[in-house]
């Protein structure tokens, strides 16, 4: 069938189903007309514009000429109880979903935000399409989805749906052993005179100054100080401390990828701080984090890695009585690195050194050559503080050799410690200190006589086969000797 068509001319051949086309500068409304005549079809054309096509079909389907030509000119066309309606996209807001050919259709999320993914959505949907969104909140309880809703063409709906599922993927998880090892070395040594102990009235000590020699010429002339008392043993301090002391901290952190964890292993001292203004005055209670804070957020990348932003913090305070103010010392740092999958790493260098030396002295006395060590008191202090920080990431799902030392760790919190009426649980795994019955220490006798060696069948001992345990043939002409 061939008509002419305004300023074009359209041919349309039937072929049992199929449809050959030949359209040169026509009339849309026209061409898709003369398609449904030819079919048998009954058409509904909506659409206001008049847009001018050229195409040229060999034997398709009418159905994928109605599609190739609408959707290449900005219309759309559904079927309703056997009725074919065509409207233009741009003008479906003004008609009903069903007559536009949308439909509806509602995604749940479970892992990803419903507003990060609607951003991309709307990007996805055809100037026809439409979507909202619905929120979780943790303040009514009637808000517990995250899902989107969109009203599109179904082509655009199936576009969308895959990308829902491409983008909604549970977020990956790594185990985080943290191990805070504080070294502290510390040397005092304390010597000379107390002169606190000097004070008469205090300590009920008595002190004579007294000369010899001046009245007997053959004598050798001398100066003597003589304390006597009660608490002379207070008068003359030596006294030297050590302390070698080692704190670790190893806590273990499951973390989701981008998230930001913090434990702390200490204790939260609190103070208050007033805020005057000139109508009131309100006062709140802040707290200051001492002791040993780590705090970590990683990032797993597609190779198997992990980026992380660490932050490990040591820190002493107390709060000031006389301000009221706290008062910190820390020791921290805080970087970025990037480890592989039980990779670990360190992070030392973190030490303070001190070292001092206090003299308390009787002015011209304490400075006389040798003798001027009794008229003085000397304080010597050395310390030495070190923090080594060590983290190693596993990566879910873990490791064999990870799993089981997982598995092994949940079942120790899992068995019960106590069982009916208040018996010990057994639970063979765990230390035990010394004790008379239940776990008694070995005898002194058989530390001090070591105990024969057990002998096995055959030479297995060695781990081989027994011809392989021979022991090589030894030369009869082999001897030791032993000269002096």
């Given at each position: 069938?061939?008509?002419?068509?305004?300023?074009?001319?359209?041919?349309?051949?039937?072929?049992?189903?199929?449809?050959s086309?030949?359209?040169?500068?026509?009339s849309?409304?026209?061409v898709?007309?003369?398609?449904?005549?030819?079919?048998?079809?009954?058409?509904?054309?909506?659409?206001?514009?008049?847009?001018?096509?050229?195409?040229?079909?060999?034997?398709?389907p009418?159905?994928?000429v109605?599609?190739?030509?609408?959707s290449?000119?900005?219309?759309?066309?559904?079927?309703d109880?056997g009725?074919?309606?065509?409207?233009?996209?741009?003008?479906?807001?003004?008609?009903?979903?069903?007559?536009?050919?949308?439909?509806?259709?509602?995604?749940?999320?479970?892992?990803?935000?419903?507003?990060d993914?609607?951003?991309?959505?709307?990007?996805?949907?055809?100037?026809?399409?439409?979507?909202?969104?619905?929120e979780?909140?943790?303040?009514?309880?009637?808000?517990?989805?995250e899902?989107?809703?969109?009203?599109?063409?179904?082509?655009?709906?199936?576009?969308?749906?895959?990308y829902i599922?491409?983008?909604?993927?549970?977020?990956?998880q790594?185990?985080?052993?943290?191990?805070?090892?504080?070294?502290?070395?510390?040397?005092?040594?304390l010597s000379?005179?107390?002169?606190?102990?000097?004070?008469i009235?205090?300590?009920?000590?008595?002190f004579?100054?007294?000369?010899i020699?001046f009245?007997?010429?053959?004598?050798?002339?001398?100066?003597?100080?003589?304390a006597?008392?009660?608490?002379?043993?207070?008068?003359?301090e030596?006294?030297?401390?050590?302390?070698?002391a080692?704190?670790?901290?190893?806590?273990?952190?499951?973390?989701?990828?981008?998230q930001?964890?913090?434990?702390?292993?200490?204790?939260?001292?609190?103070?208050?701080?007033t805020?005057?203004?000139?109508?009131?005055?309100?006062?709140?209670?802040?707290?200051?984090?001492v002791?040993?804070?780590?705090?970590?957020?990683?990032?797993?990348?597609r190779?198997?890695?992990?980026?992380?932003?660490i932050?490990?913090?040591v820190?002493?305070?107390?709060?000031?009585?006389?301000?009221e103010?706290?008062e910190?010392?820390?020791?921290?740092?805080?970087?970025?690195?990037?480890?592989s999958d039980?990779q670990?790493?360190?992070i030392g260098?973190?030490?303070?050194?001190?070292?001092?030396?206090?003299?308390?002295?009787?002015?011209?006395?304490?400075?006389?050559?040798?003798?001027?060590?009794?008229?003085?008191?000397?304080?010597?202090?050395?310390?030495?503080?070190e923090?080594?920080?060590?983290?190693?990431?596993?990566?879910?799902?873990?490791?064999?050799?990870?799993?089981?030392?997982?598995n092994?760790?949940?079942?120790?919190?899992?068995?019960p410690?106590?069982?009916?009426?208040?018996d010990?649980f057994y639970?063979?795994?765990?230390?035990?200190?010394?004790?008379?019955?239940?776990?008694?220490?070995?005898?002194?006798?058989?530390?001090?006589?070591?105990?024969?060696?057990?002998?096995q069948?055959?030479n297995?001992k060695?781990?081989?086969?027994?011809e392989?345990?021979?022991?090589p043939?030894?030369s009869s002409h082999?001897?030791?000797?032993?000269r002096?």
């Amino acid at each position: 069938m061939t008509r002419p068509g305004e300023q074009g001319d359209v041919t349309v051949e039937d072929h049992q189903g199929q449809i050959s086309l030949m359209v040169r500068d026509a009339s849309l409304r026209q061409v898709i007309a003369l398609i449904a005549e030819t079919q048998k079809l009954n058409l509904v054309f909506a659409a206001p514009a008049e847009t001018r096509v050229t195409a040229s079909f060999d034997r398709v389907p009418w159905q994928q000429v109605f599609d190739s030509l609408l959707s290449a000119s900005g219309h759309a066309w559904t079927t309703d109880n056997g009725v074919i309606m065509v409207t233009s996209i741009g003008n479906a807001d003004s008609l009903p979903p069903r007559a536009g050919g949308r439909h509806v259709e509602v995604f749940d999320l479970d892992f990803a935000s419903a507003v990060d993914i609607d951003q991309t959505v709307k990007g996805l949907i055809s100037p026809a399409g439409k979507s909202w969104i619905m929120e979780t909140s943790s303040g009514d309880n009637r808000h517990t989805r995250e899902a989107i809703t969109v009203v599109d063409y179904p082509a655009n709906l199936q576009q969308i749906a895959e990308y829902i599922s491409l983008a909604d993927q549970p977020p990956r998880q790594v185990l985080i052993e943290a191990h805070i090892l504080q070294i502290d070395l510390e040397k005092d040594c304390l010597s000379g005179v107390n002169f606190d102990a000097l004070a008469i009235s205090d300590s009920g000590n008595e002190f004579n100054l007294r000369t010899i020699g001046f009245a007997n010429p053959a004598s050798t002339t001398a100066f003597f100080l003589e304390a006597t008392g009660g608490a002379i043993t207070s008068l003359v301090e030596l006294l030297q401390t050590t302390t070698d002391a080692k704190t670790l901290a190893s806590p273990k952190l499951l973390v989701v990828s981008g998230q930001q964890a913090r434990i702390q292993v200490g204790e939260k001292l609190g103070f208050r701080v007033t805020t005057t203004t000139q109508t009131s005055t309100l006062e709140e209670v802040q707290f200051l984090d001492v002791g040993v804070v780590l705090i970590v957020t990683p990032h797993i990348t597609r190779d198997g890695r992990v980026l992380m932003r660490i932050n490990p913090k040591v820190s002493t305070g107390q709060i000031n009585p006389s301000t009221e103010l706290p008062e910190e010392e820390t020791t921290e740092v805080e970087t970025d690195i990037m480890l592989s999958d039980g990779q670990g790493m360190v992070i030392g260098g973190l030490i303070q050194e001190k070292d001092s030396n206090v003299q308390s002295k009787v002015p011209w006395l304490g400075d006389l050559p040798y003798v001027g060590i009794l008229f003085q008191k000397r304080k010597v202090e050395k310390r030495r503080s070190e923090i080594v920080v060590t983290l190693v990431p596993h990566i879910q799902p873990y490791t064999p050799i990870v799993a089981a030392r997982e598995n092994h760790e949940l079942m120790q919190t899992l068995q019960p410690l106590t069982v009916g009426p208040l018996d010990r649980f057994y639970r063979p795994y765990e230390a035990q200190l010394p004790d008379t019955f239940l776990n008694p220490q070995q005898p002194l006798l058989s530390l001090l006589v070591p105990l024969p060696p057990v002998e096995q069948a055959g030479n297995a001992k060695c781990g081989l086969r027994n011809e392989d345990c021979q022991s090589p043939p030894t030369s009869s002409h082999s001897k030791l000797e032993t000269r002096n």
